[in-house]
């Protein structure tokens, strides 16, 4: 290929990669598959390797790339970023519409209402079409360059979609990051041995501020863009003209907006959203409410902290008073030893809370919590019950306050306080709640998967000092497990043969199921890419383990730490003796195409033959994709017993729908 002829070609898949891209992250209705897509995106990173003359900073293979910044660089905004004055109550926005008709008697109002994104303010600039500086709000006159990290933001364009564009534009939106990803990211903590994040507007704010761009990739920030400070270089007279015209130009732009002609409409549509905003998939705090004519805006102007056109509409806090009445301390599988409130039950948010994080003794003495306080309690992001703060007030000088124990509370062993880290830490690795956690994970889903295993069963297995270890398992006979309570012979009989099945585990899941601190399902599978044996990963020195791109210094140091350590090193060994499978599968990423390659799949309801976890991981196996909700990216739904909604929407957006034997046929029929 010439480079006039790789040029011609680089211009059309950029383009058609942008467009897919306002499809999926903009519209959320993909319209080709994963496996299509990536092909596309392949096949303009090949171009560019060839041709890299041809690479522009708008390029979509340009969106995470360079070094991590030592520090960002202040940005001066040209526009003042000011900030809202805030309305908890109806009477104050109709205060909000008196005090507008005082200053200006004779106008006719109208307003536009939007959802109150609770997310980080961003202004993002395009010179000649192309994105050329994103920066965060900072104190409103000045914030810090973080184009790098704007970039990584999908739904945000790199390049405008548009044939008339004005030469220099500025558009400001809110960085957000979704509940379902919130949640994903949390998980991941949690299985890694991390601290959970508090909120989703906290992460997305640090998200922003990370100095490598690959870290800010990793969290899936979106955007919501509301407003130019220049609205008459896009010909627009009125704010609701310019949302439209925003959307035009390729911008994701907050549907859920509309234009209200007096302040009773606006109050009408503020209590709607107050009791729908449980229903989004983003976080949401409050309505703001703008005058909708900029020539209005102009007279009304502003103040030296705000505009007086616009203000927002905060929604109450779902928090509730209830009373904390002890402080327990819990033993992770690895060690950590974290403080949970016990509180009186309260309902918030659609459900009852009785329990409550609160993650290390640093946060009790910050918020000084005390055992009997009255506390505020919240869901953050609606999901995590958390302890806002204690309500002094209402003390009665009887509270206690609390101190992290000195002995481990579940097996009297000494608790560490390690130099730099907020954590308390048993070291004991026979500590029985470490053990019970420990065997848990290593049976879950995710892990072994060891149907029957459930936490009742794990308790009394060690209560009778029958399991020490994982590798205790694979020694159980059909006796030992006839001797707990609610074990039938059929019971047993299953258990037994879900444990033999385990043996036939891929080499990801053991090493997920290991526990070793740092290391997730991604990370499992990507050592596992790196070292076909659990030999080579035992024997690989922390810098060897660092070669790996995903892999930095605390994790690999944390996998080195585990191999070296002779317990873990004798409990290795009992595996391999009970026949568990210490080496990679040969179906391996890069060899000859799967029989799935390209194909995406979401199971519903329960399958005769296999678990969900062992039906998708034959699809991944296979080169397939398993998703957890259905999409026109979808090619199949896999239908079993009482299936859920899914099968439903399958049919509606015109994806397949297939049964378990259907999905077993396609399986030989690919052979």
Not at 644 to 666: M, T
Request: net charge neutral; proline share 5%; charged share 30%.
């Amino acid at each position: 290929m010439t480079p006039k002829e790789a040029e011609k070609k680089i211009v059309q898949l950029r383009k058609e990669i942008r467009h897919y891209d306002y499809l999926y992250y903009v519209k959320d209705v993909p319209e080709i598959s994963d496996y299509e897509y990536d092909r596309i995106y392949h096949e303009l990173e090949t171009l560019e390797q060839e041709f890299p003359e041809l690479i522009t900073p708008h390029s979509p293979t340009q969106r995470v790339g360079g070094e991590a910044q030592k520090k960002f660089d202040p940005y001066q905004h040209q526009s003042p970023m000011l900030s809202m004055d805030n309305t908890y109550s109806e009477d104050e926005l109709r205060e909000f519409e008196r005090r507008n008709r005082r200053i200006l008697p004779d106008a006719d109002f109208s307003y536009v209402v939007e959802l109150k994104i609770d997310g980080v303010s961003v202004s993002v600039i395009y010179d000649e079409e192309v994105l050329s500086v994103g920066s965060t709000r900072g104190d409103g006159r000045t914030g810090d360059n973080v184009t790098s990290n704007i970039k990584t933001v999908h739904s945000i364009p790199l390049r405008l979609n548009a044939d008339e564009f004005p030469p220099r534009l500025e558009v400001r939106g809110e960085v957000y990051i979704d509940k379902r990803d919130f949640a994903e990211i949390n998980r991941k903590q949690e299985e890694e041995g991390k601290e959970f994040y508090a909120n989703p507007r906290n992460l997305a704010a640090g998200s922003l501020k990370q100095l490598d761009p690959k870290i800010s990739a990793a969290r899936r920030l979106r955007c919501w863009i509301y407003a130019s400070p220049d609205p008459q270089t896009l010909g627009c007279k009125y704010h609701s003209r310019l949302l439209n015209r925003l959307e035009e130009l390729g911008f994701p732009v907050e549907p859920h907006h509309e234009k209200c002609s007096t302040i009773d409409d606006v109050i009408r549509y503020c209590r709607l959203w107050q009791e729908k905003k449980n229903q989004l998939d983003y976080m949401v705090d409050g309505m703001v409410v703008k005058v909708d004519s900029f020539a209005l805006q102009e007279q009304l102007g502003a103040t030296s902290k705000s505009h007086r056109w616009q203000i927002a509409y905060k929604f109450p806090a779902e928090q509730e008073e209830t009373k904390l009445g002890d402080i327990i301390v819990q033993v992770g599988r690895l060690g950590k030893l974290t403080p949970v409130a016990i509180l009186e039950p309260v309902w918030i948010s659609g459900s009852e809370v009785s329990r409550a994080s609160l993650h290390n003794q640093d946060e009790i003495d910050r918020k000084d919590i005390r055992i009997g306080d009255k506390v505020l309690v919240e869901k953050a992001g609606e999901i995590i019950p958390q302890v806002i703060h204690p309500i002094k007030g209402k003390r009665t000088g009887k509270e206690k306050k609390f101190r992290m124990p000195e002995e481990c509370p579940s097996c009297g062993g000494p608790v560490v306080h390690p130099e730099g880290e907020v954590a308390y830490r048993c070291e004991n690795i026979s500590c029985p709640d470490q053990v019970r956690e420990r065997l848990k994970h290593f049976a879950s889903r995710t892990a072994m998967y060891i149907r029957g295993l459930g936490p009742k069963v794990i308790e009394q297995l060690i209560e009778k000092n029958l399991v020490k270890s994982p590798a205790d398992l694979y020694r159980l006979k059909r006796e030992d497990l006839l001797g707990l309570e609610r074990m039938a012979e059929k019971s047993a009989h299953n258990l037994l043969g879900a444990i033999a099945r385990s043996k036939e585990s891929s080499l990801e899941r053991l090493i997920y199921a290991l526990g070793i601190r740092h290391v997730g399902r991604t990370s499992a599978r990507i050592l596992v890419e790196r070292y076909p044996a659990l030999e080579e990963i035992e024997k690989a020195s922390p810098l060897q383990l660092e070669e790996i791109p995903e892999i930095g210094p605390v994790m690999a140091e944390s996998v080195h730490s585990f191999f070296a350590n002779q317990d873990n090193l004798r409990v290795i060994k009992q595996l391999k003796e009970a026949g568990v499978g210490t080496l990679r599968r040969e179906v391996e990423r890069g060899e000859a195409p799967g029989r799935l390659t390209g194909k995406t799949f979401v199971l519903t309801g329960t399958l005769d033959n296999y678990s969900r976890a062992e039906a998708e991981e034959m699809i991944r196996a296979e080169g397939g994709r398993a998703a957890s909700s259905v999409s026109k990216k979808t090619d199949f739904v896999v239908v079993g017993d009482n299936p859920g909604s899914k099968a439903e929407k399958a049919k509606k957006l015109g994806v397949k729908v297939i049964s378990e034997q259907e999905f077993i046929q396609l399986l030989q029929d690919n052979r």
